[in-house]
């Protein structure tokens, strides 16, 4: 060893070892939150198994599950990746959690990309559970699963980045309260359990700009009427993805 060299070297490490790193520990603490299952996993369960046994809203024709099911994936993905994410990271940046990061090499938008991923791999758990729940309840889906995935990738990365955009801008307090409030008016007005033609014609259309519109009704296209690919949809949640995103890592305060 030749003089003045330290064994580990002192430095940063390789950004995907940082990301992926931070990853593991988002992940780990977003699965150990108990407020955050009940949001992500035992809602969404409850409102499938309630719908689907209970002739609560008419859906039309076919099984009850078959119109449900699609948009309650679209629920979970929205209360993972928006709400649950908006809250814990909002109480983060208050307790002092994202100031201290700030100082670390990990950059803003690394931060952003390991919440982002940590969703996604919470996401997958629950995809599980509730397809599983949804196959004992009679669903029959239809169309290609490469569709199905590209959906939920493009509704997680736009669901984040407004997550992340509210978490970085409002006080945790004010968080809270607007992501439980978004959450219940998407859960109506979304058309995850209320098809959207049962509003007025004038406000269908505005609905069906919203993220979680595009996402359940994209899903439903796809897994109950067997269509290849929704571009419509897709293409909205694009754009809600850039906008949500490019925004939040422009905005986004450390404290």
């Known amino acids: 060893m030749s003089a003045g060299t330290y064994t580990p070297r002192p430095g940063a490490a390789p950004l995907p070892r940082m990301i992926a790193a931070q990853t593991a520990l988002?992940?780990?603490?977003?699965?150990?939150?108990?407020?955050?299952?009940?949001l992500t996993v035992i809602i969404p369960t409850l409102l499938l198994?309630?719908?689907?046994?209970?002739?609560?809203?008419?859906?039309?024709?076919?099984a009850s599950v078959d119109f449900l099911a699609p948009g309650v994936l679209?629920?979970?993905?929205?209360?993972t990746a928006f709400t649950g994410q908006a809250i814990a990271t909002g109480f983060e940046r208050r307790y002092g959690v994202l100031k201290r990061l700030g100082a670390s090499p990990l950059p803003r938008w690394a931060l952003m990309t390991a919440k982002t991923l940590s969703v996604l791999v919470t996401e997958v758990l629950q995809i599980v559970l509730l397809t599983a729940i949804a196959f004992a309840l009679g669903w029959s889906p239809e169309g290609n699963p490469l569709s199905v995935l590209l959906l939920l990738v493009l509704g997680t990365a736009a669901f984040s980045g407004l997550g992340l955009l509210m978490a970085g801008t409002l006080k945790a307090e004010a968080t809270l309260a607007a992501a439980n409030l978004v959450f219940l008016l998407l859960l109506v007005g979304g058309g995850v359990i209320v098809p959207l033609d049962k509003f007025p014609d004038a406000v269908q259309s505005v609905l069906g700009l919203l993220p979680v519109s595009a996402l359940s009704e994209g899903l439903r296209d796809v897994l109950q009427h067997g269509a290849s690919m929704p571009w419509a949809q897709?293409?909205?949640?694009?754009?809600?993805?850039?906008?949500?995103?490019g925004t939040a890592a422009k905005f986004f305060r450390w404290e």
Request: aromatic share 4%; hydrophobic share 60%.
């Open 234 to 245: 897709a293409g909205i949640l694009a754009v809600w993805a850039v906008l949500g995103l």
């Open 49 to 62: 198994v309630l719908f689907s046994a209970v002739d609560i809203v008419d859906t039309g024709a076919g």
């Open 74 to 79: 679209a629920l979970a993905v929205m209360s």
């Open 26 to 38: 988002e992940t780990r603490m977003l699965l150990r939150n108990g407020e955050q299952l009940l």
